[in-house]
């Protein structure tokens, strides 16, 4: 009896261990994250998460919205999906500044499911999201910031430099300095006044600028900061008048504070000849609404690039889903960086049995580090080892006849930059 | 299933009472602790996790709280940081508030970090963990607050501190100007100051940056003034400008700092919106898990409820299933065997207990039916085993007796009375020693019967009423009482005699086949299909070493190398059951080549297939051809040769003795030569130096030489078709050696080409050696002959040992035999088999007239009736061997000495 129980006891342990290999068996192998600084994973059927760094309040308010209705307008395109996954953006409100961009960014990487974030709009938010999003293993690409010393991590000011970076829009030290060239060169202008906000984007413009006119010869008679929220400009005007500059070159952020601005020195008999230059903010419309006749005369720059159908067609899209066209001519640059982001994930996204989505966060760094010329609106990107990936190729225009609007203003470039780049250029217009 | 049942019911069934007992009482126990120790561990399970779900929700909430309360605590005393450290004074405000700030903040980021580890663990509610975000916003931004609030503190330090600070600095150059600019006593210098010292006490009450820009104005405009003005000195003009310049770098950077700090304070503001929210998220979530933990505990003991019922249900019904199970098997058999018994005690045999089970119960029925049923079949069982048995006995072809222990015949079969020739009672009288040719066989088959208790195939002699004896085998039985007492002798009798003759018959047979197949000269193997070796004749076990019982079984190729070439054919006779022959098959053995002629014959034994392989040693056949051979060659050369040398030699003659002509006319001595040279008017002096110079006597000495050599070919040549003139005398071959080796010492040819002395020679002679009739010089020629040959071999470079030859002498076979062996370079076959060829040669042209073995060749065989054969190989060296015969010898020396 005893052998007979032995064998009952034997065939019901083998019985056990068959089913348990059959169950461990069938079983898919799970994936195992290898990357250095961690991997996000996105279960079937849930959404995959992006962040949206943006000025949604504030000076640069108009900007930072058409840059979220084109990420928007871009991934509508792709029925909200992505990878076979809805998408889902978590917006945060930069406002411009730095402590906005350091909330913003800290309300993202609070949610580790976010894989990479598009923004900042204002180089000076980027300085501390950059930062923070960098430290939580994050990417960041952003379609407007120019400051010098993101992307610079070789000069003085580079420690503003983080990995994870990524810009597609131009990088300022070469606006200041063709700006400068342009000043000194092609207006024959000797004796400068700068007047900036103090910020990252406003100052390296001012200092970049400075630098190339002083070299080349000229004066810088005043360089002032101002608060662009500061209605108060008396003082500054005062200021202009002491330093006796044949220009004023007004790097700032806001275009109402340079609209502002210009009409001041417009109303002073006193400064009525000093020439006003500034930089793209003065390409919005705004700009054009509040300064009236006063920008009758002054000069900008604003970044050039290739006239394509694809540009025109973007454009008729925002104008059809959110009524009006684009603000500004740069909605190029974030539908480069919305590409970039995407096409990035694409090719590090690891697809499991389980239909499980696993992105590997330092992969994607390297990913986007990686890109060679990828085909953006703007022109073919590659991107550098510190996140520069955009183009800097710029056109100086002047404003003769208000009566035509912006479309006016593009069609009479008066300097490009490089210079050689006119034979291929051509500007466009949003309005 | 229903095969399980089955298996599970024959199983129970098969158990006995105790051991359903056992299970039984076994199963009840093991319910009964299962059940106390499955409750157990159920309310273990539910206090254990209740505890813990209840304590760690309390604690998250705990956490919770008293980090909004930190949070909040950190935040207000920044506020009131900011808010007194202008009164205060840095220093006091930094002890009073901002220690406990970043005491606040570490502390808050110290429980968020336990948050985190608690809200990992499995056992805690979902509602805590779907805020993850925002306790992880929380943590985050609360460490931020943290940095930011150095920040500022360093910025506030920066700007405000009471002695280094940008403000005293600002200050202390205001005040330095003040003293400068109110010693020039320039009311609009010093009006210009007031203006901005206002415009600065303007700023830093209301920290607008226009108003810095007006401060910055006037600096700038107060700058010109003091460079323009005449009523300072040009050293107080300068230390003007330089605490103006300090001035104004002061006043940029207390804007910068202003700014940096209200960007600071800005930030906290946007951290108050952000984390508020997240705080009350967080307390919302806690509490929600309080609340589900309670849920749960509550869920928990409700199904803890239900398994307990559950337990003691499946107990009710295991009991009711054992008391059922008690009942089928034991009592409901019980009461059946008894009432079994009681219709037994009353006589009904044909009754039976009705028990489906194996054990006690079950076996004690068995037993019942089993006691009647023996009862009534033993009788008819005996009855018909008896029969069946008389039947066997009877019809028997064999004989069959059974007799008593001492040999009495008890019975005996039909068979039995034929074979014996007598009737049975007779037989039943008989004794052993009636029957038994010899009677010491029967004792020999009783010792054999009480050894064993049984003898099997023992053979004997019987003697039948006819008188005849026969030939039988027994095989007998005892039969046996149970006390051992022996009952009879069963034994059956079998006739072998035709048998015995039949075997004696294939006996003799076998052994005349064996002896005409070991008779044989050849070499007689039968192989099988397999080729395994099935006979062995005793040549062929003289010939491999092997004997018949060590080859046969073994396969063919293993134990007769021969054959391992011969393979196709034993394989094509299996095939086409034809005869193959394969003839001079070579062989080397040792140092001699031998031939064989292989025939293979295919046999059929009782439908097993196989072949006869007959190997005839045709060596000395061979051998024969070959010497036959030869022997024609050399006869026919040497008639050719002896008749070209009595062409040549006339002619030879001529030329030699005109030679010697011409020399002796020309000799001055001779008269006949001076005469007729005088009628010539020739001098003969002068001829004679004529002669000289132009080398015409030396001339006629090559061609004397020439000639000689030539007449000496010819006498070699004329060896060939002349019986040696020479007689014969009988001979002492070894006294003849050693006279041929002294010879060869001192012979100038072999002299000048080779030291005969660094030679080892080694004699091994036979001193049985009978004499031998032989010409003596016509043997020292040829010997000198071998001696010449095997020094010239070895003083070759190809000689890689010392030179060395072995003279040997042997009487074997009614000849004498003489070797001449070399250590030299030896031949090639083809050199071998040409050697006696005449004008065959190896050595160099000029060195050898390719005669000498030629001639020896004839010496031998054709003037002595000799055998003369070399065997070699290369690099092995080389060995005459010379037979003489020694019969002719004795036969000429009789005729010689007497006859």
Redesign the interface.
Known sequence: ?VI?LGAIVVVVGVIVAVLSTIRTGVGPDPFVCRDPIGCVTVLPDEPIKFGVILALSGGSVLLGSEQANIIQLILEQRNGRFLNHPVELVFADE?C????G??AA??L????AVIGIWGTTCSGAAVTAAR?MSEAGLVMVSPSNTATDLTLPDTPEGARWWPGYFRTAWNDSELGLATAVFAFQRLYLRRAAIVHA?DAYTRGLAETFANEFTRLGGEISLE????EE?R?????M??LA?ASAEMVYLPLSYPDTVARLTREIRARPYLSRMLILGGETMGYKVYLDEAGEAAVGTYLAVPSVDDTPAIEQLADAYQTRYGEGPPSQNCGFTHDAVTLLLRAVERVAVIDETGSLHIGRQALREALHQTVSHPGLTGRLSCNRFGDCGRSRFVFLRFTDLSAGLAGLYRHPVYFWPPDDAFNTSIGSSE | MSGLRRHLTRYWQGLRVTQKFSLLFGLLTALLIASAVTAYLVFAFIQRQTETMILTSLEIQRLVLEMDRSLEKARRLQRDFFLHYPELGLAEARDRYAEAVVMHVAGVVDMSSRLQRLIGQPEIGSAIKENRVDLNLFLATTTRFGETFLQSLSLITEAAEETSGREAELEANAVWLATILESSSDPILIDRYRQMRLAEKEYLIKRQRHLMQSVLNQVFLLSRMVENTSSLPEDRQLAALVHLNNYRAMAEQTADLDRAIRSRVNEFNLQAETIDPAVSNLIRAAGADVLETRRQIDQLVRRAAVILFLIALIGVVLVLAVGRLWHLSISRNLTRLTETARQMQYGNLRVKAEVDSRDEIGQLAEAFNAMVTEIGSKVSELESSRQIYRRLFEDSHDPITLATPDGGIIDINQAGVVLFGYPLETMKQFKPKDLYIDEREWQAFIGRLTEAGYVSGFETRLRRSDGRVMEVVMNTTVQKAEDGRILFLQTIVRDITEQKAREAENRRLQQQLDGIINSMPSTIIGIDAEFRVTHWNERAAENTGISADSARGEIVTEVCPILKKEKHLIRQALKDRQARQHNKVARQTDRQLQYADITVYPLSTDGHNGVVVRIDDVTDRVRMEELMIQTEKMMSVGGLAAGMAHEINNPLGGILQGTQNIRRRLSAELKANQSAAEQAGIDLAKLADYLRQRNILDYLDGIETAGKRAAHIITNMLQFSRRSESRMAPTDLNQLLEKVIELAGNDYDLKKRFDFRQIELERQFDPSLPLVACTQTEIEQVILNLLRNAAQAMSGPDQKQQPRIHLRTQYENDAARIEVEDNGPGMTEEVRRRAFEPFYTTKPVGQGTGLGLSVSYMIITHNHNGTIEVQSKPSQGARFIIHLPVKAAVRVAGAETGD
């Open positions: 009896m007979k406002r500044s730095p402590e906005g350091a909330i800290l309300r990487v609070a949610d580790p923070i103090g002032i900061t101002i608060d500061d108060q400009l008396g003082p500054v005062e200021a002491i």
